[in-house]
C-alpha cells in the first residue's frame, strides 16, 4: 500500500514515537495538507544522515470509519525528504491508544479523485505480494476493483520520465501507456471499499473473535 512512514504515535497535538503492535485499527480516515516540523539530528560529524526525525500535520479532511474529535493530527516519524508536492490525500488507519492518542498502522497516498467526486486508487498492473503482506489490502483486491475514469495526469506515480526507456507491458499490463507517456489504469479500488475490505483488521472485530 505504498508506505513511506514508520510507525509512530499520533496525537492531535504532539506525538511520541513507540514501538506498538500493527494488528489492527480503530480509524480509518482521509488527511491533506501536510505541514513538516523538522527535529535535529544527533549524529556524529562524519556520519551520513539517511532518515531524519520529522513531526508532520495533517488535516483530518473525511473520516471514513471510526471517530476522532480533532480536526488535524500530528504524526512523528522519518523521512529522508518531503513527499511528492504532487500527493493531495492520505488514507491513514490508526488506533487508539491510552490518552486519546493513535498509532498510525498504514498509509496508502496513491489515491486520486475519480470524475464522479470518489477517492480511487488506480491500479495499472499487479500488485507486488508486499502490498497484502499486512492484511489491510486483501489478497483478493482484484475483486474490488472498478472501472474507473480520472485525469490520469493527477495519478503522479505513473508518470513516467521522458529521459528513460519506456514501461516494460508487464508494468502497465492493466493500463494503457499514451503518447506523454503517462500510464492510464483503466481499474481501480475506492478508498471506502479499501477500507470496508479491512473490515477484519478493526480492532473491536479482532477483539470479538
Known amino acids: 500500500m505504498a508506505l513511506a512512514l514508520t510507525v509512530t504515535f499520533i496525537s492531535p497535538a504532539s506525538a511520541e514515537t513507540v514501538e506498538v503492535d500493527t494488528s489492527c485499527f480503530d480509524v480509518a480516515l482521509i488527511a491533506t495538507s501536510p505541514r513538516y516540523r523538522w527535529q535535529p539530528v544527533d549524529s556524529a560529524p562524519d556520519e551520513i544522515i539517511i532518515r531524519s526525525p520529522v513531526s508532520i500535520r495533517f488535516a483530518?479532511?473525511?473520516?471514513?470509519?471510526?471517530?476522532?474529535?480533532?480536526?488535524?493530527?500530528?504524526?512523528?516519524?522519518?523521512?529522508?525528504?518531503?513527499?511528492?508536492?504532487?500527493?493531495?490525500?492520505?488514507?491513514?488507519?490508526?488506533?487508539?491508544?491510552?490518552?486519546?492518542?493513535?498509532?498510525?498502522?498504514?498509509?496508502?497516498?496513491?489515491?486520486?479523485?475519480?470524475?464522479?467526486?470518489?477517492?480511487?486508487?488506480?491500479?495499472?498492473?499487479?500488485?507486488?505480494?508486499?502490498?497484502?503482506?499486512?492484511?489491510?489490502t486483501p489478497s483478493n483486491y482484484e475483486t474490488l476493483m472498478r472501472p474507473i475514469h480520472y485525469r490520469a495526469r493527477d495519478a503522479w506515480w505513473l508518470v513516467t520520465s521522458p529521459d528513460v526507456d519506456p514501461p516494460s507491458a508487464d508494468e502497465y499490463s492493466w493500463g494503457k501507456l499514451d503518447k506523454d507517456r503517462i500510464i492510464t489504469a483503466s481499474r481501480g479500488i475506492s478508498a471506502v471499499d479499501l477500507v470496508a475490505a479491512a473490515a477484519g483488521k478493526r480492532c473491536d472485530a479482532k477483539a470479538a473473535r
Open 60 to 136: 483530518v479532511k473525511q473520516v471514513i470509519a471510526g471517530a476522532i474529535k480533532s480536526s488535524d493530527i500530528e504524526v512523528r516519524t522519518s523521512l529522508h525528504t518531503r513527499f511528492n508536492p504532487a500527493i493531495k490525500q492520505f488514507l491513514l488507519f490508526l488506533k487508539v491508544e491510552y490518552g486519546g492518542k493513535y498509532t498510525l498502522q498504514e498509509m496508502n497516498y496513491q489515491l486520486v479523485y475519480d470524475r464522479s467526486g470518489k477517492l480511487v486508487w488506480p491500479i495499472a498492473s499487479p500488485l507486488h505480494t508486499s502490498y497484502t503482506e499486512d492484511g489491510f
